[in-house]
């Protein structure tokens, strides 16, 4: 790829003066503290240390990056990857609940601690960067906590989550997801009925890690755009990387208006060169349209390539799309317009943290 003179300044200028945010991040796996040995999050994506975590926000900030869609994933003590399910054993009753509480007492040490905010809104983003600090949407990944009580939606919006992801590793009552062989068909009728509740309160239906029939229902039932916080677009032949999607699944989201978050991640996913990252998303821009691209890293600290060790590195890979045929246009719609779009046209905020 051809570097273009310039385009490095022109980059860190669109970090500086527009707003950025992080589609799907976990900050270093900030969840993890404190979970005991044996689980998915200590075997393979341990917790990273106090002083490492508030390495990793101050990075982003010195990077450029404002904003990070935090993400809440309640099943990570049971998850084991590769086993039945990828799971170490299924929920007790109200366990999914109890670990969603210890999650969310965790965040609100955070946030007394460490530089970073909550956002209200998508204008609190620039204020908040004003303070020296990384503002935070928060996101739910995988809705285990919720059980059958669709009740607990409201609980989690008023709670401040602004994204609502039903999938993650374990199979749960709401759908299908991509790593399990299906058992629902897509939705289940409690799903259906989740994906109304989310559009009425107020919250972005995320598909990830959802199958793709699960992600077709999904977007025929919606009255709202929908993104996929975290993947890439595979080629037709690819069966290897299951949590990649296909031409048809990205052109689904994209039909509703809503935004795919490119991911950035360790094998057996990731790009091994930042030029094989912006072809990547170059591809998915032209297929698509560069209006439904975002940016995700998901930033568990065992899982980002040699290329993108730390937010250090991002002012490079927007330099590279850049040099690759992005507009400065595309670019700032690319790191963080685009799903600042779909917030504003969605969400309704209503934040008790």
């Given amino acids: 790829m051809k570097r273009a003179t310039g385009n490095l300044a ?3 200028s669109v970090l500086a003066n527009h707003p950025s945010v992080d589609m799907h991040s976990h900050l270093g796996l ?3 503290k404190g979970l005991a040995e044996g689980s998915f999050a200590t075997e393979i ?3 990273p240390g106090d002083a490492k975590l508030k390495q990793n926000i101050l990075d982003n900030i010195a990077a450029g990056l404002k904003c990070s869609y935090l993400g809440l994933p309640v099943d990570l003590p049971l998850i084991k990857l590769g086993a039945p399910g990828n799971k170490a054993r299924d929920f007790r ?3 999914a609940w109890q670990e969603y509480l210890r999650q969310m007492s965790l965040l609100r040490n955070m946030l007394d601690t460490l530089p970073l905010a909550i956002a209200g809104n998508s204008e609190d983003i620039s204020r908040i960067a004003l303070m020296g600090k990384q503002a935070i949407f928060l996101s ?3 809705g285990h906590m919720v059980e059958q009580d669709l009740g607990r939606l409201k609980m989690l919006h008023q709670d401040g989550h602004t994204k609502f992801a039903p999938a993650h590793y374990l199979h749960n009552a709401f759908c299908d997801n991509q790593t399990d062989s299906p058992t629902i068909g897509g939705l289940s009728e409690l799903g259906r009925e ?6 009425r309160l107020g919250m972005i239906l995320d598909a990830a890690h959802a199958s793709f029939a699960a992600t077709v229902q999904m977007a025929e039932l919606t009255n709202s755009p929908i993104v996929l916080s975290h993947t890439m677009m595979r080629d037709d032949d690819d069966n290897q990387h299951v949590r990649f999607i296909s031409r048809d699944h990205a052109r689904i989201i994209a039909q509703t208006g809503g935004v795919i978050g490119t991911w950035v991640v360790a094998p057996p996913y990731a790009f091994g060169t930042l030029e094989e990252y912006v072809e990547s998303v170059l591809r998915l821009s032209d297929w698509v349209g560069v209006e439904h691209v975002g940016w995700a890293t998901d930033q568990i600290e065992a899982g980002l390539p040699e290329w993108f060790r730390t937010y250090t590195s991002l002012p490079q890979v927007c330099a590279a799309l850049l040099d690759g045929g992005f507009s400065k246009q595309d670019l700032i719609r ?4 685009n ?3 779909v917030y504003d046209a969605v969400v309704t905020p209503n934040l008790a943290i």
């Fill in 140 to 142: 739910v990944e995988g």
């Fill in 10 to 12: 022109i980059a860190k």
């Fill in 334 to 337: 690319f790191i963080g317009g």
């Fill in 339 to 341: 799903l600042l779009r």
């Fill in 30 to 32: 900030w969840e993890a």
């Fill in 194 to 199: 989740m994906v109304r509740e989310v559009n």
């Fill in 45 to 47: 994506a341990s917790y």
């Fill in 93 to 95: 009753a109200d366990e």
